[in-house]
C-alpha cells in the first residue's frame, strides 16, 4: 500500500502545475489563449499604425487556432470560449486595420 505524499519542491514554481486534493500533480490550461485575446486587443488598439495591428491580428488568430487545437483547451470550455474570443478580436482588427488602410492608399 503506497499513501500519496504531495509534492513539497519549491524550485518548481514557474511550471503550469497545481496539486489536487489527493497530491497528485496536475496540469493547468495552456496560456495561448490568453495570449490570443492579448494580441487581438492590442491588434485593435492599434489599427492606425499601418502595419501593426494587421500583423497583430494575424499572430492572435493564429494564436487562438492553436489553442482551440489543443486537447487540453478543447476539453476545458472556458479556455476554449477564450481562444475564440481572442480568434474574434483578432479577425477585427485585421478588419479594421484594413478599413483604416484604404484611405491610407488612397493618398499615394
Known amino acids: 500500500m503506497t499513501a500519496a505524499v504531495p509534492d513539497s519542491s519549491g524550485g518548481d514554481d514557474h511550471m503550469c502545475s497545481s496539486l489536487d486534493d489527493t497530491g497528485i500533480r496536475k496540469q493547468r490550461g495552456s496560456r495561448l489563449p490568453a495570449v490570443s485575446i492579448a494580441l487581438g486587443a ?14 497583430l491580428g494575424v499572430a492572435a488568430v493564429v494564436c487562438g487556432a492553436v489553442a482551440t487545437s489543443r486537447s487540453a483547451v478543447a476539453d476545458d470550455e472556458a479556455a476554449s470560449l477564450r481562444a475564440l474570443l481572442g ?4 479577425a477585427a482588427g485585421i478588419t479594421v486595420s484594413a478599413i483604416a488602410l484604404f484611405p491610407m492608399l488612397a493618398q499615394l
Open 42 to 55: 492590442l491588434s485593435v488598439a492599434s489599427f492606425w499604425v499601418v502595419g501593426l495591428g494587421f500583423a
Open 87 to 90: 480568434v474574434v478580436a483578432g
